[in-house]
């Protein structure tokens, strides 16, 4: 189901709870959501649908991905991105990396390791940054 964006910045700022098989309707609803949002939005963060939870979905070169509790465990090659948020007005810089290596759970919570690159990479850390309650 779409979910309306939440815009207070008090409770993006919060990090996220791990997430359970119970969240599982909590991805589904990211990716309606996503979807009626695809002309300005390529991530979303659970907490941007007001679930305080670790699950990001992004668009993976044409096709949206699911990812449980992801965290980065390797990057490399940083650079300085400019980046926009449906959350949140305006445009911020952030630190990126053009490499990075996550390990997260898929939709059966197994644990899984992928290395990322270029613009697929950079809306997983922006994605990450939510869960951790980055603001960019």
């Not at 207070?8 to 791990?18: C, E, G, H, R």
């Not at 990322?116 to 990479?121: D, E, H, P, R, S």
């Amino acid at each position: 189901m779409i979910q309306p964006i939440m815009k207070d910045p008090i409770f993006l700022a919060q990090p996220s709870a791990p997430a359970t098989e119970a969240d599982l309707p909590v991805a589904q609803d990211l990716l309606d959501t996503l979807a009626a949002h695809k002309d300005g939005c390529v991530g979303m963060a659970a907490n941007m649908i007001g679930v305080s939870k670790r699950i990001i979905v992004f668009d993976n070169e044409g096709t949206y991905m699911v990812m449980f509790n992801p965290e980065i465990v390797k990057c490399s090659q940083p650079y300085q991105a400019e980046e926009g948020c449906l959350s949140l007005t305006g445009r911020r810089t952030a630190k990126r990396y053009r490499s990075i290596k996550v390990q997260y759970q898929n939709d059966q919570f197994q644990t899984r390791l992928k290395t990322f690159t270029g613009w697929t990479a950079q809306i997983i850390q922006h994605e990450i940054d939510h869960c951790s309650g980055v603001l960019i």
